[in-house]
């Protein structure tokens, strides 16, 4: 799990000193969102999103029709700006997060104009639906000094990833030993391992010389012995095991056939068995 942060902000080129976000044009508002959309699409889908910044958009209280997009203790009355940003928000299944914690007014509060007359909540922080939960809490902090008419705002986020148990990769496989009992097999497994052995390369490498040694004992337990069935149950004879092969292979050959003939013929296999 990646765990990347994406900061969006409305640069201060964008707006006109002394000229609210309100009073721009439609198509700027537009532009803005587009180029910010434009980068959420390259963001992998597994990575958690969280959009920090000021947007200028005062969403309110009131989460009508808006509840997987927001909560009910946002401050104020919701702007065409905060419509703006919650329709973003639910295209892109995000949260808005200073609506999802009870706080008192004052530390929603994340702008006060000049005269200290007009205060709004039109900065905030966003995460992706997925991850709300782990989202605690959004405040301000109006003790910070950041020279600006804007407090500063903060998220607690807590993040619990589980733990990824990985299978141990297994080396090789079991061989049925058992069939060592059996003198013949025995005999022909002792043959081919002496045969294979007296053919191979004299010196080498060590890894060279191992890689030889495990291909002639793998080849010819493949041959001889053949490999243990998971799961095998002991009335479950050889020639048992044999025949469920044989019409696993004939029922797989039906489904390969290309002409009518030879379909026919594999289905006959298959019954016959």
């Not at 148990?165 to 061989?175: A, D, N, T």
Request: with cysteine; glycine share 6%; proline share 3%.
């Amino acid at each position: 799990m990646n765990f990347c942060l994406y900061v969006c902000l409305l640069s201060d080129s964008e707006i006109e000193i002394g000229e609210p976000i309100d009073m721009k044009i439609e198509k700027e508002k537009e532009s803005f969102y587009s180029r910010l959309n434009s980068v959420i699409e390259k963001i992998p889908k597994e990575d958690i999103q969280l959009h920090l910044g000021d947007f200028n958009a005062k969403i309110g209280s009131d989460n009508e029709d808006l509840e997987r997009v927001m909560g009910r203790h946002g401050l104020g009355q919701m702007s065409e700006n905060g419509e703006l940003f919650a329709e973003f928000c639910g295209n892109n299944n995000m949260v808005i997060g200073g609506s999802l914690v009870p706080h008192r007014p004052a530390h929603k509060v994340t702008w006060v104009s000049r005269d200290g007359r007009t205060e709004n909540q039109i900065d905030h922080i966003c995460i992706s639906r997925k991850w709300r939960r782990s989202l605690l809490d959004v405040r301000n902090k109006r003790s910070a000094d950041i020279a600006s008419d804007h407090d500063l705002v903060i998220g607690e986020i807590r993040l619990r990833v589980a733990r990824v148990q990985r299978r141990e990769e297994k080396i090789g496989c079991r061989y049925d030993i058992r069939r060592l009992e059996n003198p013949e097999v025995k005999r022909a497994f002792v043959e081919q391992l002496e045969a294979r052995a007296s053919e191979l390369p004299p010196g080498g490498t060590v890894e060279e010389q191992w890689t030889g040694i495990k291909n002639t004992f793998t080849t010819t337990s493949d041959e001889t012995l053949g490999k243990l069935r998971s799961g095998r149950r002991e009335w479950m004879t050889d020639e048992t095991w044999r025949i469920v092969d044989e019409r696993r292979k004939a029922k797989a050959d039906i489904g390969q056939a290309r002409t009518r003939s030879a379909k026919a013929a594999a289905r006959q296999r298959y019954a016959d068995l």
